[in-house]
């Protein structure tokens, strides 16, 4: 039995919550899993993990066992980048997952000037609005907007998107121009519906305007959980959108989306960089997170003003 990788496979077995998802991530046979831990329960002479069909759960001494496990783990990672090349050149595969919206027009975009300064980073970007199991898909962080409710992930608060009202003109010739954001509630009006969550939900913006504050639901007849759809949606006429100014810049510079209440304000919302705390924040983890923290003080920085319009 190699011991550093029957510590490893049992941590992962840890973090993915089963033998076949910790499996799927290191890329070996279940059987080969299982039986590792298993030799590190022999040779350990206790049981580490309650084993049930629907889940796997850590034993009193399994608990006290993995937190050595993981300082064992990330020490010998720590002695593998504090050879000078290695933290000069932090290098390895990176797996990511980011917003689409931000990938187009922004991330992938500046991508070769990180590649430039990192060439040695395999870089893996799932790019997608759903929601990431960071430990079950095997992501070292993931890059989203909104709130991060999963209280197991250790958030960066790396930007905060400014937010506005667009329509497209085709639709507002169709449906008049709303004075008033409480207009989006008559049964005339549309907008595009973002679903945020496994359940399917949208959620109401905030917005205010000297002293007056109120939540917009809106109603919709189309809603999409992909930022890149729900562009295209609202710029084909589907109903009014709500988007961070990167997004929505190019296509009011060009007419082709309309600024709605311009003297509202609405709540700006923050961009998060998310791992699993006991993940170690690896050389390669380091640099991209301190890239995207500079790349997004260009275009949205944490606390700044709103961007001019």
Known sequence: ????????????????????????????GKTSVTQLVQQLEARLRVKLLHRTTRRVSLTADGAAYYERVLRLLADMDDAETSLSSAAAAPRGRLRVDVPSPLARMLLVPALPAFHARYPDIQLDMGVSDRVVDVVGDNVDCVVRGGSVTNPSLVARHVADLQLGVYAAPGYLALAGRPAHPRALQDTHHR????????????????????????????????????????????????????????????????????????????????????????RHVSAKLRAFIDWIVALMAEHAPVGGPPAAR
């Open 1 to 28: 039995m190699d011991r550093f990788d029957a510590m490893q496979a049992f941590a992962r077995v840890v973090e993915a919550g089963s033998f076949t998802k910790a499996a799927d991530t290191l890329h070996m």
């Open 191 to 278: 907008i595009v519906g973002f679903l945020w969550s496994r359940a399917g939900k949208t959620f109401p913006y905030a917005m205010q305007r000297a002293g007056e504050r109120l939540c917009v639901q809106g109603r919709y007849a189309f809603a999409v959980d992909d930022g890149n759809a729900y562009l295209a949606a609202g710029l084909a006429g589907l109903g009014v959108l709500w988007l961070p100014e990167y997004m929505a810049r190019p296509h009011r510079a060009s007419g082709e989306l309309v600024p709605l209440f311009e003297d509202w304000q609405l709540d700006p919302m923050p961009l998060y960089v998310a791992y699993a705390p006991h």
